[in-house]
């Protein structure tokens, strides 16, 4: 009777076991984030430089002199470089004025 009774436990126990692993939902497949980050970050740079275009392609078109229209050229390229590159580019552009002004 004893060897029934761990017979009849045992099996008891192999398909519960077996019903928990066949009742587990498998995990859904995830997209690698760093491609979709990578997509989402190419996306918002491609509408960001559209925009910058038709904001420059307006300020040249109101624009009336050359001055003007190279005022707007500066302005939006001066936008897209980094800022550490934006920063040099200003210092270079402004040591010759401080030179002119150490010279008078």
């Known amino acids: 009777m004893r060897k029934m009774t761990a017979l ?3 099996i ?3 398909l519960a076991s ?8 498998k995990p859904a497949e995830e997209k690698p984030k760093a491609a979709t980050e ?9 509408a960001m430089d559209k925009e910058m275009a ?3 392609a ?3 078109k109101q624009a ?5 229209k190279a005022d707007c050229e500066k ?9 550490k590159a934006a920063a040099t580019a200003e210092k270079k552009k402004d040591e010759p004025k401080k030179e002119e002004a150490a010279k008078k």
């Open 12 to 14: 008891a126990f192999s």
């Open 18 to 25: 077996a019903g928990i692993a066949v009742a587990q939902t």
């Open 58 to 60: 307006e300020c040249v």
């Open 54 to 56: 038709e904001k420059k």
């Open 38 to 46: 990578k997509a989402m970050k190419d996306e918002k740079k491609a």
């Open 75 to 83: 302005k939006f390229t001066a936008k897209k470089m980094p800022k």
């Open 64 to 68: 009336a002199t050359d001055k003007d």
């Open 8 to 10: 009849l436990v045992s």
